[in-house]
């Protein structure tokens, strides 16, 4: 299952894409997942996934939203946009 969004502590994650450009020596792609959540995506998702992914978390307690995941994010702005 493809993980779009999930919670530590206050901020909310929103996992993109997969695609990176970098090879950063302290990335955690070379892991298969991250705070026991599995990131890599089968697919990419669209805005309106990750949106709905949002009904699983608590939003009213969130203090900022970080995009990140495995891969770059800027590659999806178009979905950055629209998410936010």
């Known amino acids: 299952m493809n ?8 901020k909310i994650y929103v996992n ?3 695609r990176c450009s ?5 990335c ?3 892991n298969d997942s991250y705070s026991d959540y ?4 089968d697919k990419e998702p669209t805005a ?4 709905n992914s949002f009904s699983a978390l608590d939003l009213e307690s969130a ?3 970080v995009f990140c995941g495995y891969g770059e994010p800027i ?7 629209a998410i936010s």
């Open 3 to 10: 993980t779009y969004s999930y919670a530590i502590g206050k």
């Open 75 to 81: 590659y999806k702005i178009d979905e950055i946009i």
């Open 16 to 18: 993109l894409t997969n």
């Open 48 to 51: 309106e996934e990750v949106i």
């Open 28 to 30: 955690v792609r070379v």
């Open 38 to 41: 599995s990131l890599w995506l």
């Open 63 to 65: 203090e900022e939203v």
């Open 22 to 26: 970098n090879a950063c020596d302290f």
